[in-house]
């Protein structure tokens, strides 16, 4: 026994099982192990340069963390200068971007909204006028027919708030509310849908905070009263996505949500957003397959995009992609 302690320094396993002083186990063995499975909750958000977790909130320094203010990608003050990014000093007043292309759409999304409400051109309305002959509605050409970009963070306006609470009513006609069960306001759960709408970083709701503030609606409108609405969200060049979308009862089979995603989609195609993604409900999949050209995301792609987008994923629902075909405005003299 004598000779096996003395030896015992020279021998891996009992380097391994910490017999020797000073010398930690775990570490030991984890340097031993072959490979380390991990929850792949865990491998999703940190900073995607280093993908770490890891941040310090005492003081401005090299494990300061800043989120982008367009795509939402979490990036370490330190890593950012170690890839030669940005090189802060301190936390920037106002917006942060992380790269020139989420400056760009931030700019854009800013500008259409200022714009206000456009009304669609002649052409962009034959599917419209082919569905309204078809079900014998009213004609395409009685009807004003426009659209808009609304964001929930500038919602001060009376016009623009009466405008959401009308897409909020279309989604509550739609859907049942979106709720936290875990999340609670006095007696009752706290409905999502009104503060997705209008974009409050609330921290109780865990799987929504730092994401509402840069949500966007896309409204269609028929005579300036909201028949189709959608939430979308754009995650920087590679990404945009669509959580939420209707369009009101009275509406329905008519044509104007088609009309809705062909504005939207050429919208994030004129922005050179490569990919949309949304989440279908079982019973609407086939159509987003089918009629508006979606795929299905394999797990091994959706974990992908995971680990670096804080994607909106509701439970019951599958993941779908759509390659974004790009959009060339041809008509320069309009602002939008």
Same mark, same amino acid.
């Given at each position: &026994?004598? $000779?096996k302690?003395k030896?015992? %320094? ?8 910490g017999?020797?002083?000073?010398? =930690?186990?775990?570490?030991?063995? #984890?340097?031993?192990? /072959? ?23 005492i ?10 203010? $367009?795509? %939402?990608?979490? *990036?370490?003050? !330190? ?6 990014? =940005? ?57 004003? /027919? ?5 964001? !929930?963070? &500038?919602?001060?306006? #009376?016009e +623009?708030?009466?405008?959401?609470? %009308? ?8 859907? @049942?509310?979106?709720? @936290?069960?875990? /999340? ?6 706290? =409905?999502?849908?009104?503060? &997705? ?32 609405? !959608? ?5 920087? $060049? ?8 209707a ?16 504005? /939207? ?6 922005? +050179? ?12 999949e ?7 050209? *979606? ?16 994607? &909106?994923? *509701?439970?019951? #629902? ?12 041809? @008509? ?5």
């Amino acid at each position: &026994m004598f $000779q096996k302690e003395k030896f015992v %320094e020279h021998n891996a396993n009992a380097i391994a099982a910490g017999r020797v002083a000073g010398v =930690d186990p775990i570490e030991q063995i #984890t340097k031993r192990c /072959i490979r380390i499975v991990k929850s792949p909750e865990a491998q999703f958000g940190g900073c995607v340069l280093c993908r770490s977790h890891d941040f310090s909130k005492i003081k401005f320094g090299p494990r300061t963390v800043i989120l982008c203010d $367009q795509c %939402e990608k979490e *990036f370490h003050v !330190g890593c950012l200068k170690d890839h030669n990014m =940005d090189d802060l000093k301190e936390l920037p007043e106002g917006n942060w971007f992380c790269c020139s292309n989420c400056n760009r759409i931030h700019s854009a999304l800013q500008k259409l909204v200022v714009h206000g409400e456009e009304r669609l051109p002649e052409p962009s309305l034959n599917a419209l006028k082919k569905k309204h002959e078809e079900n014998g509605s009213e004609s395409v050409a009685d009807l004003e /027919i426009s659209w808009r970009v609304l964001s !929930g963070k &500038m919602s001060a306006s #009376t016009e +623009t708030r009466v405008l959401l609470n %009308e897409a909020i009513d279309i989604f509550h006609e739609r859907f @049942d509310p979106i709720i @936290d069960p875990s /999340i609670k306001s006095g007696n009752s759960t706290r =409905d999502l849908i009104p503060a &997705m709408t209008y974009g409050k970083t609330l921290t109780e709701f865990a799987v929504f905070s730092c994401r509402t503030c840069h949500l966007h609606w896309a409204l269609l409108l028929c005579s300036h009263v909201v028949v189709s609405a !959608g939430i979308f969200r754009i995650l920087g $060049q590679e990404l945009a996505e669509l959580p939420l979308v209707a369009t009101r009862s009275s509406s329905q089979g008519q044509g104007y949500f088609g009309l809705l995603f062909s504005c /939207i989609e050429k919208l994030v195609g004129f922005l +050179t957003v490569k990919n949309l993604v949304l989440p279908a409900a079982e019973e609407a999949e086939s159509i987003w397959l089918n009629k508006f050209g *979606f795929s299905k995301l394999s797990p091994e792609e959706l974990f992908e995009y995971r680990k670096t987008y804080q994607m &909106m994923i *509701f439970q019951g #629902t599958s993941m779908l992609r759509k390659p974004v075909p790009r959009c060339r405005i041809i @008509d320069k003299s309009k602002n939008a």
